[in-house]
């Protein structure tokens, strides 16, 4: 079961040109004050619906951003990313989770950048989500 606030991409469109793409919805954590993930961990975990595809050598790094406001754009502040993922490991089905590491999330929004680079990805959805059991180990 899924709480719909928990959710920041439910099968975003990311078969797109290279560039910064930012999740649909932001996650309001209120006066965090530095200390989000301090208590039990919490995780963003990412689900590809439909597999990536690219006509190049297209490369995606997933990023945990945090923002003043529910304007996610270049102003955002990257938390923790991952490496540039070749399209080609994006496949259906593929789960990928980042913690929200204790003491460095310090504004009021979280949300998720993704950078696709290299070359434009024809296809490709995914869908990220703030749990506290990935169903994966990261």
């Known amino acids: 079961m899924l709480d719909k606030q928990?959710?920041?991409s439910d099968s975003q469109d990311l078969g797109?040109?290279?560039?910064?793409y930012y999740s649909t919805y932001?996650?309001?954590l209120g006066d965090v004050?530095?200390?989000i993930g301090s208590g039990?961990?919490?995780w963003i975990e990412f689900v590809v619906d439909e597999a990536f595809?690219?006509?190049?050598?297209?490369?995606?790094v997933i990023a945990i951003i945090d923002e003043a406001d529910t304007t996610l754009d270049g102003s955002s502040v990257v938390i923790i990313q991952t490496a540039a993922l070749a399209?080609?490991?994006l496949?259906?089905?593929k789960k990928i989770a980042l913690a929200l590491p204790a003491g460095l999330i310090t504004q009021q929004y979280i949300g998720v950048k993704y950078t696709i680079a290299g070359a434009t990805t024809t296809a490709g959805t995914i869908s990220a989500y703030i749990t506290d059991k990935p169903s994966i180990n990261s």
């Open 53 to 60: 595809t690219s006509a190049g050598s297209a490369t995606v």
């Open 16 to 20: 797109q040109t290279a560039n910064d």
């Open 33 to 35: 004050d530095g200390d």
């Open 40 to 42: 039990a961990p919490l």
């Open 6 to 8: 928990c959710l920041l």
């Open 91 to 93: 496949t259906e089905g």
């Open 26 to 28: 932001t996650y309001n």
């Open 87 to 89: 399209y080609t490991v």
